[in-house]
């Protein structure tokens, strides 16, 4: 097989930049890239990390705190430099802790905000901009978490994460219509985060995604960074294992109630007759399909 018959990877030709990729997820993601055909960025503070990851796949590694906008630039131009465009971003890096808040720590609250929100905030104002000035655009593919839904002990970090997926939403609204696209993955995967959390919650948690290896989740992430995914823009996939999703935006549950003028007893009065009864679950939920059937076992309204 010559070079002209042999089977092209769905990312060759592009330059990808994926953050915290020295382990767990990003590494997985950065494998998959890399044999899809990309010229790969590698970036973790964890500079020994990077490299064995780098040298692995054969790929640049960088070592910039994204949680800083200096760094942040700096990574973007490393690829424009290395490679002389960006295709693609995926804004994986992040750190995790877990605290009820009576024990919450605000320096380790502020530190999950700063690299997992203003990280990728920052990684993708470069990116974007980049990517707005060259031809051809590009896709940035922002990493969620279910935890934005609610989970004991990740107030600091499901900020953070449903931070990140209110920016994909608004970054998706501010280029419909160009060639940057934005999407968001929710990954499952036993990761080190998932054996901190069964250390923390115990038996509550045991089991937490086991059988679910890292690279479980990356050809979403590769489907999200390559052209077949034009069409895809503003949205959340969540990969659990066998099953791949989307996540519902956040949205107005109807019918509302509705009142000429609302005061106190009013409300109350709401809530006694038709929302209390109407309040949202926490968590992940599955929600209603397209036909009209609740997916957690009973038939919607």
Known sequence: ???????RGRLTGKAIVVTGAGRGLGAAYARLAAAEGASVIVNDVDGGAAASIGAEIG?????SDIATWEGAGRLIETCRSAYGRIDGLVNNAGIFHLAHPREQDPAEFRRMIEVNLLGTAYCGLHAIRAMLDQPGGGS???VTSGSQAGSAAMGAYGAS???VASLTYCWAADLAGTAVRVNAVSPNAHTRMADTFERYLGERARGQNV??????NAPAVVYLLSDAAAGIHGQVVRVDGDELSLM???????PAVRMPAWTVAAVAAAFDDELARRQQPLGVH???????VDMNGAAGA
Do not use: F, Q
């Open 1 to 7: 097989m010559n070079a002209d018959t042999a089977p």
């Open 59 to 63: 790929a640049i590694c960088d070592d």
């Open 140 to 142: 940035v593919v922002n």
């Open 161 to 163: 994460k449903g931070g």
């Open 211 to 216: 059988g679910k290896p890292p690279a479980t």
């Open 248 to 254: 519902t935006h956040p949205g107005v549950a109807m």
């Open 286 to 292: 599955r929600g209603i399909d397209m036909n009209g």
